[in-house]
Nanobody, 127 residues
Framework: QVQLVESGGGLVQAEGSLRLSCAAS????????MGWFRQAPGKERDFVAA????????SYTDSAKGRFTISKDNAKNTIFLQMNSLKPDDTAVYYC????????????????????WGQGTQVTVSS
């Protein structure tokens, strides 16, 4: 069983930055594709970014391209989401997730393909 714990959320002004972390325990972390998703009140959980098991392949939703960077430290069993130029529309609970079925290749943006989820961390961007 994989356990994921997010941290790093908080309140930030527009155009500010935050760095989210997700620490994993259990399983073979280097073999898991990992993703970041977010859910605003009253909305569905949306894809933000994902990274392959080896950390070579990444993918981003269009709104995150150029502003967010996902990275993976297999030695520390941790992934990160560096978020710059934050906007009020980025306000949401951010979740990390693990996909054990996709150790290589392009990671999936589909939430249902991720088997393990963290509890989420709140990000609030004020205007």
């Amino acid at each position: 069983q994989v356990q994921l714990v997010e941290s790093g959320g908080g309140l930030v002004q527009a155009e500010g930055s935050l760095r989210l972390s997700c620490a994993a325990s259990g399983g073979t972390f280097s073999a898991y594709a990992m993703g970041w998703f977010r859910q605003a009140p009253g909305k569905e959980r949306d894809f933000v970014a994902a990274i392959s098991g080896g950390g070579i392949s990444t993918s981003y939703t269009d709104s995150a391209k150029g502003r967010f960077t996902i990275s993976k430290d297999n030695a520390k069993n941790t992934i990160f989401l560096q978020m710059n130029s934050l906007k009020p529309d980025d306000t949401a609970v951010y979740y990390c997730a693990a996909d054990p079925s996709r150790p290589w290749g392009r990671p999936s943006p589909v939430p249902n393909e991720y088997d393990f989820w963290g509890q989420g961390t709140q990000v609030t961007v004020s205007s």
